[in-house]
């Protein structure tokens, strides 16, 4: 049992007002990754810095790439076996067409209780609720054991080279636990789906397209790879079926291209194609052996396009060579995460929403992947991802964060390391 009194001293240091000042200061930092027009997260990862030194925490900075640093804040309670990590990604999605917004994206307008602009809700909202909680746990003297590492994570939207170098400098190697702070709605997500996104580039001979004997269509292989993708969906939808938070598997066959570059034209048969699919998984499916089935469509359906075109050519009395190519390239392997429900830190997130809420927690999952998968993949790490704001409004125009609920969330936090660091209670 943690007593009530200890929740309500680390309630009182949070401040609604502190929590809506920081998040609109960091909404007003443009953090775009955008080279050219000289933004980055690097602005914003400073006023983290400075804020974190104000509060009186032990705080660095790694250099990730030129201009896209890593904060990374350190509390220590007394000795444990536990560190605590809290995630969250400062730099933000481009706000595309401004003129589409009705707000300003970068102004951090409140109408009512929401507020507006690029990052309100993914997901500088939930990074300044996890910084204004964990300067509530300092500033309340509670007697926690073990640690609270605070990740503020260049580079989360595009190559999560953040928590890739935060892995490599060894600042993982003590967490037993991380919650990452993104837009779930309150809901209390322990499982994010996987992807493998791969490249097929067919090559054969490009020819006037009113002798196309004289090359070599690439589309009769395309067209396959096609079906075999879907077979292998089939394959996984009926081995699988449907994940109780993530839905089906799917091989999307996403980008279709003939010619593979250049302007295409209706009488010039294309010497090249590519064809791109976005795999996404669930759990229960082996990387490993879907990287080599698609290894195996690839060596077949050139070894079956090629006898084609053989006997296609018997028939006809034609000569040539039947070299068509098929490359295969992965683009991405990304393994999907799954957190066991009877995890300390599933416990401890569960038990501070109802606390909070009075409300039974609610599982889900999350459909991309987040800083999170490299800490569940590389380092064994236990996740939850969870945090303010609704799911459908990340990278949208007029992004908005529900005030009342980010206030909350700030308070879940808090109240979720006091839970699994709590020195008292056996788990
Ligand atoms: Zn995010």
Redo the contacts with the bound molecule.
């Keep these: 049992m943690i007593p009530n009194e200890l929740i309500e001293k680390v309630l009182k240091e949070i401040d609604p007002d502190k929590l809506i000042d920081l998040t609109s200061d960091l909404v007003k930092i443009n953090s775009v990754w955008d080279p050219a027009a000289g933004t980055s997260e690097q602005k914003a990862a400073e006023y983290v810095l400075n804020w974190a030194r104000q509060q009186g925490f032990e705080v660095q900075m790694d250099e990730v790439a030129p201009s896209r640093p890593n904060v990374i804040i350190a509390l220590s309670f007394a000795p444990g076996e536990r560190t605590l990590m809290f995630e969250g990604?400062t730099d933000v999605v481009t706000p595309g067409d401004t003129s589409a917004w009705k707000y300003d994206p970068f102004g951090a307008q409140i109408v009512g209780r929401r507020m507006y602009g690029r990052g309100t809700n993914?997901?500088k909202g939930n990074l300044a609720a996890m910084l204004i909680a964990m300067a509530a746990l300092k500033k309340s003297g509670v007697n926690l054991a073990g640690k609270i590492t605070g990740g503020v994570l260049c580079d989360?939207?595009d190559q999560m080279l953040g928590v890739k170098d935060f892995i490599e400098r060894g600042h993982a190697d003590e967490i037993t636990a991380a919650i990452i702070c993104?837009?779930e709605d309150g809901l209390i997500c322990i499982t994010q789906k996987g992807a493998i996104r791969a490249c097929f580039t067919i090559s054969g001979k490009m020819s006037h397209g009113a002798m196309p004997l004289s090359g070599l269509n690439t589309a009769p292989a395309v067209a396959r790879i096609i079906h075999a993708l879907h077979d292998l969906e089939l394959e996984a939808v009926r081995m699988l079926g449907r994940d109780e938070f993530l839905g089906w598997p799917s091989f999307t066959p996403t980008v279709i291209q003939a010619p593979a570059s250049g302007a295409p034209q209706l009488n010039v048969m294309p010497g090249e194609a590519r064809l791109l699919v976005d795999i996404r998984t669930i759990p229960g499916q082996s990387h490993p052996k879907m990287i080599n089935d698609l290894n195996l469509i690839t060596a077949e359906i050139q070894k079956q396009i090629c006898n084609h075109y053989e006997e296609y050519d018997k028939q006809l009395d034609v000569k040539r060579n039947h070299d068509l190519r098929i490359g295969l390239e992965i683009l991405t392997d990304r393994p999907y995460t799954l957190t066991d429900r009877t995890d300390p830190i599933v416990e401890a997130t569960c038990w501070a929403t109802h606390k909070l809420t009075q409300k039974e927690p609610v599982y889900a999952g999350v459909p991309g992947a987040?800083d999170g998968t490299f800490l569940w993949a590389l380092k064994n790490i236990p996740i939850v991802t969870m945090g303010a704001g609704d799911r459908e409004v990340?990278h949208q125009k007029d992004e908005w964060v529900d005030l009342d609920q980010l206030i909350e969330t700030a308070k879940i936090y808090a109240v979720s390391a006091v839970h699994y660091l709590n020195p008292n209670k056996e788990n």
């Design positions: 990604h993914d997901t989360e939207e993104e837009p987040t990340p």
